[in-house]
């Protein structure tokens, strides 16, 4: 069992930056893939990044690519997002996603999930 805990939502104005964190329990977590995942009202949860239970490799949506930054401190139990450049297209609610085995991008392939934290990005 994996719970997972996001933080560091909140409101920002476009070309601003936030970080998200995601704080893990469980002993497995160092063995997780883990992936943020978005979602606005009325649309499906959108796959945003993915990194492996080692770092590496990390997989982006073309949408993020070159403002958005993973990575995990598995000694900490802990995976980061850095977001930079931010837009309003990027406001939604954001999840935090863990499952065994390699990184998917297909929501329904994760087995524990945060319960989100919201970023608004202002125009």
């Known amino acids: 069992q994996v719970q997972l805990v996001e933080s560091g939502g909140g409101l920002v104005q476009a070309g601003g930056s936030l970080r998200l964190s995601c704080a893990a329990s469980g002993r497995t977590f160092s063995s997780t893939a883990v992936a943020w995942f978005r979602q606005t009202p009325g649309k499906e949860r959108e796959f945003v990044v993915a990194?492996?239970?080692?770092?590496?490799?990390?997989r982006y949506a073309d949408s993020v690519k070159g403002r958005f930054t993973i990575s995990r401190d598995n000694a900490k139990n802990m995976v980061y997002l850095q977001m930079n450049s931010l837009k309003p297209e990027d406001t939604a609610v954001y999840y935090c996603a863990a499952r065994g085995g390699r990184t998917v991008v297909t929501a329904t392939e994760y087995d524990y999930w945060g319960q989100g934290t919201q970023v608004t990005v202002s125009s």
């Open positions: 990194i492996s239970w080692s770092g590496s490799p990390t």
